[in-house]
């Protein structure tokens, strides 16, 4: 029996290239990239707010041009609040008369008040008694003069006078009763003070002129456009002159010191990185590298296949993640596409 046939090292370098040409051609036979880091691609992008006013009004002040620098709390726009101010006069004097009318009704009637109340009842009562007087005389006279017609001693008329005189002085008493108990009402209702209702309706009418004093002073305050953040003027929408709409954007500022790469890995490569490690990024222009943070890795792919049965297209599967950079020196702008170097964690 023949020894084996040694194969040559050109002979199994032919089979390699057969067998990466017959079975896997995309994957097998691939140039393989570093084992201690990877490179890809992404794009930059950074905070960007809508500079807008919480009220309408027209512009009487624009601070801003389309790149210009600005500081959090700069003001942006001046609104026109002479409208306002107008508003806030009137309901500062409603105010005013509700709280003199609720301080009125706590501090009850005057004693001056109280007494002249007691006066009036007092004659109320002298009248009562001067009208039962001259009821009574009226009762006398009339059964003394029904005695003398009885006894065939007196005229009619007499009698008639006094009863006439009767049916007065019973109405007089009546009205003077009702005076005394009119009075005494007064007299106990100015002792007593005012209820507790009234008391409650001034209370919640000066409560309501507050409160609107409260969203006139807001609304003034708001007048006052702020930018929310630092950054750079990306867009202004409107000029000095214009009607501006509440909660309508004004202008755009975006914060460009401090911004982010989104950058794509593969699902395979993604047990190798972790949160915190040092990424550098590579300006799609050249350049010298720029040093970031890992602070954000996706919980899921972003782009997920149709058909994820065999190893190979699972390995297709990318997640996202977020390279925070410092960028005070300008060199990053928004949209600009990078590349990042990510060494493996180990």
């Known amino acids: 029996m023949n020894p084996p046939v040694q194969q040559s090292s050109w002979f199994r370098a032919a089979l390699a290239l057969v067998a990466c040409a017959l079975l896997a051609p995309a994957a097998a036979c691939a140039k393989k990239g570093p084992a201690d880091h990877v490179r890809i691609s992404g794009y930059i ?64 009637a005057r004693p001056e008040d109280i007494r002249l109340a007691e ?20 009762e006398r006279d009339l059964k003394r003069y029904e005695s003398l017609i009885a006894a065939n001693a007196g005229a009619e008329k007499p009698r008639d006078d006094a009863a006439s005189r009767k049916e007065v002085a019973t109405r007089r008493v009546t009205s003077a009763e009702e005076r005394v108990r009119a009075a005494s009402e007064t ?17 919640a009418r000066l409560a309501f002129f507050d409160a609107q004093i409260a969203t006139i002073t807001k609304g003034i305050k708001d007048a006052t456009v702020l930018s929310p953040l630092s950054g750079l003027v990306t867009k202004k929408m409107m000029d000095k002159g ?8 004004i202008a755009e500022v975006a914060d460009l010191d401090n911004v982010w790469a989104n950058v794509f890995l593969d699902e395979p490569l993604v047990p190798k990185v972790a ?32 058909n994820v049965q065999t190893a190979d297209e699972r390995s297709k599967l990318v997640y996202r993640l977020k390279v925070t950079v410092d960028n005070r020196k300008g060199v990053l702008k928004q949209g600009m596409p990078v590349e990042a170097d990510i060494p493996f964690a180990k």
């Open 187 to 203: 007299v106990n209702r100015l002792k007593s003070g005012a209820r507790k209702e009234e008391v409650e309706a001034a209370r």
């Open 275 to 306: 949160l915190g490690q040092a990424v550098t990024l590579y300006p799609d222009g050249g350049g010298a590298g720029i040093q970031g943070t890992i602070t954000f890795i996706s919980s899921k792919a972003e782009f997920t296949p149709r």
């Open 119 to 138: 006066a009036q009842r007092a004659g109320a009562e002298a009248d009562v008694a001067a009208a039962r007087e001259e009821l009574a005389s009226a």
């Open 45 to 108: 992008e950074a905070t960007e707010v809508q500079v807008s006013a919480e009220v309408g009004g027209r512009i009487l002040e624009l601070n801003i041009a389309e790149g210009d620098r600005i500081k959090e709390g700069a003001v942006v726009a001046q609104l026109d609040t002479a409208d306002a101010k107008l508003a806030l006069d009137r309901a500062q004097a409603d105010r005013q008369a509700a709280d003199a009318q609720l301080r009125l009704l706590l501090a009850g």
């Open 242 to 249: 214009e009607i501006a709409a509440p909660r309508v954007p």
